[in-house]
């Protein structure tokens, strides 16, 4: 019998401090002001056996903590919510639905192993960043991700992803 998948097996394939760099990496190539030494990566993984979500603080959020946790949960909400509604099945990333002035962005993508569908969100950088570090991390590991996704630092991430976890 095949061991579920479940968002803390997806977390233990992971290094922290790899995203970590990516993430503080792409906020200056992005030319943010806003400056990130950590967020909240929150997975939720649904399949056969049900749904498990867990979130973990990554580098030194600071005072963002809380504000970060929130906003990575309500990109998965969000996301997973959309992909329940008819005519809004096929969204991808959360950056599709975003809406900056009700507190709604982007940061949060699906992905796909088999019957589980994996969201995966981070929150405590720009964005853009927040997304598109959440999408390297889904192809890393594996996971099946929409290739209609488009973000300008897409192919820097995947570049410092794979520099960063060179030994």
Known sequence: MKTPITAGRVFSQLSYTT?????????VMHNSE???R???LAILVQGPEGSTLESRELGAPGEKAFDSAYFAHEKIR???TR???AGSEGEYASSQSADPEKGQYGGCVVSWHGKYEIFISFSGAPAVVDEVVTYVVAE????TVSTEYQNDLLPQARA????CRRP
């Open 19 to 27: 995203i970590i760099k990516v993430i503080a990496a792409l906020t």
């Open 34 to 36: 806003k400056e990130c």
């Open 38 to 40: 950590g967020g909240i």
């Open 78 to 80: 969000r996301l997973a």
């Open 83 to 85: 992909r329940l509604t």
């Open 140 to 143: 890393a590991l594996g996971f």
């Open 160 to 163: 410092l992803l794979e520099r």
